[in-house]
């Protein structure tokens, strides 16, 4: 299993390449990878509808006892199969849409890498493999929306989705870290069973906000909802996996995942429900205002993911089980509405429904395939759809919170929905041909067999749903609700409340679709065309923090090199001088010291080194006479026996002289540019910093050295490390990971110096 | 800038002091010297020879470039550590040869890392000085 979530990682490795030495069998090979993955995860179906998880464990940084832990139980399979199967269906479809682009390898890579996240997220089975391939997910996302990156608009539709779901990762670590260390552990099975821990502990507050603001960033919950439509910027089989089978419902993956452990409270539900409400009518209704089909589908994936929370908010074994229901019945209807809309531009050169229509003796398959989705969408039976909405109804009639405004919004929502399959998968292809279609062209099969597939899927699980209830539903709803259940199914119920509440869903529907012109004629005209975007606050949130950012840059990055160095010291000097006062001042007196006379001879060589720097009117003479400071200090560490210490000293000061000669051979002339006062400043700086090392050093000195270190180092220096050398064995040995450091630092810095040197040059070839 | 004196001790300072400087590159793990200081003399030996003979016969001498000098010197540097790796040893771990080696002594992989330093040191110093050498 560990090679099945990962195969999808090296597959993206060898993507790029394949796709250009061999375009057409590599579109041809792509999709088999996520068939194969599709069969294998249904070759687990046996024991894991039994409630037998499948878990499987590597060691991953074993140091800090983090596994790779894998976990194939109800849920995970449902997730599995969706992210294969419909994975599947796009890398049949991606070729033919694509048409021979040259980036398609590119993209396969990203698909493929795509693919292996979320099944990474989906069967993970401890809370660091779930994070990491959280991210990753939103990452592939990233990329795969600015895959036209040429493009201003996708760009920052990518940039967005980015920040935003990464927002919300950030959050969901935070929560997991919280939950790991109020269980004690980061495994799935562990944390599965602590449910009465979490809720009654008092963190409980903060973990369910943290852990909800990673679900409603990614499922693109209000207020987070506005990301979702503009990730339409992504080529359409994108959308269509990522932005409404797969990666959104990862938000709702982890409500779902982590409904035993925090759903029951009020909290949960008044959160979980409110905001799904909320989301629901809020895309339902904007879903209608827009003409774009994309667009359109992109609200209407909003709208039934807020049902979607709804309903796990609800968290009754009714509400769980029919958010189950929808998840499969969503990803198979949306997918195909997003393939047939994909399709459509393809073929007749447009998405825009009032131009759309007609289409059905053209392209038959298609027809048939948009309809079938779309009366899944509106749930008619008998389809799949159908069931699903039954039993949304009821649910939400039993529900124990407000069960009439519920069921109210919910007949309103879903009402918006029967609209939108009536735009989105009736409209293009019933009523008068537009005669707008000059680009109209025939379409390769693909294109139209893709989308088929999941619209006869809905049908067929329509007519006999207990072929699945059992085997893959039964359990998926078992592991939310934590408890086994008997779910039938049935298409048929009688003639009772619910079948009462479809009709007149229908009923809202199809008189919204009629008088859906005349609605929009009494809107502002700026609101008629559609593309509404609701990120003004992002948008605005963003400048800010970008008008922040300038701002502070010039205080603290105003490119002024002596109030770096002023700053710095003065930092360092403030936190010295505190620990210093805190520490009760010197120990002990000091004595004159009495030393020899070579002794003072190198400490008069340095004094009057320094003395000269400061007082000299001639540059080389300051460079000079700073050098023979540094000799100085290199004589004194041969006095006091360091001679490694005094060679490197010695070789430094040489090679900085030479530098400082050849910096200072190009600069103007000497000129006293500095007032009193300034230099006064610059004195009274440089006296504090000096007496304040001074003190330091007086201070380290008087203390008894700490001895077990050095001795260590001492007594294992040749034994360990076959040296003699004490310092050069610490650097190359003991501590060789502190110069390897050392050494990258000195290596970016003079690729640093190298680069200013060559945007100087080039700058003085441009003049 | 050119001196007779100074472009014909060079020729006998050159080699004495790249020797001096590989010198003290080896004798580093046991007296004062490393691969620091080693490559800090190299440097220096062959700005001085920059400054007698010009920045073009310094790159002709050197052969690499400064910068290949110091990826070179880092990829040494990272690589003694890595071999420990293939071995199931921790990274960085010292490994040595079981005999000593005439001339180089006992050699292990902080020699390696050493020769490392140096490389890099030496290619740092010298980038920034033939530049700046080159600006004129």
Redesign the interface.
Known sequence: MLLAVLCGFVAALFAPLGFRRFPLWAGRFAPLLPLGLFLFFLSHIGPVSRGEPVVVTAPWIPSLGIDFALYLDGLGMLFALLVTGIGFLIFLYTPAYLGGDRRQGTLFAWLFAFMAAMLGTTLAGNLITLFVFWELTGLCSYLLIGFDHEAEGSRSAALQALLVTGGGGLALLAGFLLLGGVVGSMELPVLLASGDLVRNHPLYLPILLLLLGGAFTKSAQFPFHFWLPNAMAAPTPISAYLHSATMVKLGIYLLARFSPVLAGTELWLALVAGVGGLTMLVGGILAVLEHDLKRILAWSTVSALGILTLLLGVGTPAAITAAILLLLTHALYKSSLFLVAGALDHGAGSRDTRQLGGLARRMPWLAVAAILAALAMAGLPPLFGFITKESIYAALFLSPWEPLLLTGLMLAANGLMVTVAVITGLGPFLGKGAPALAAYHPLPPTLWLAPLLPAALGLLLGLVPNMVAPLLLRPAIAVVQAAPVNTVLALWHGFNFELLLSAATLVVGLLIVLSRRRLLALLPASWQEGGFTQDGGFVLLLRALLRGARLQTIIVQNGRLRYYLMATIGVAMGSMGLTFLESGGLPGSLAWPSGYLHEWLAAGIIVAGALTVTVTDSRLGAVVALGTVGYGVSLVYILYGA??LA??QF??E??AI??FV??L??LPLFTLLSTPVVRLRDACMAAAIGGLMTLLMFYVLAQPLVPHVSDFFLANSLP??????V???I???FR??D??GE??V??V???G??GL??S??SDGEGK | MSSIILSTTIRLLLPLLLLFSVF?LLR??????????GG??A??AI?LYA?AEGVEAAHRILIVN??QL??G??LT??GS?IIPLFLGRP??S?L?LPHSLPVLG?V?T??L??L??YL??A???L???L??????
């Open positions: 001679p490694d060679m490197t070789c430094i040489t090679l030479v530098l050849l910096v051979y190009r360990a490390a076959h040296g003699r050398n310092v050069n064995v650097l190359v040995d060789a990971l110069t390897l050494i990258v000195l290596a810095a003079a690729l110096v190298f040197m060559q100087r040059r | 003290l580093g793990h046991n007296e004062p010297g490393g691969g620091f200081v800090l003399v440097a220096a700005s400054l400064p910068r110091i990826a010197g880092l540097a990272l550590g990274f960085q010292g040595w006992h292990g902080p020699l890392f050493d490392g330093v890099l040191v290619g740092m110093a980038l920034i000085v530049s700046l050498m080159e600006e004129e």
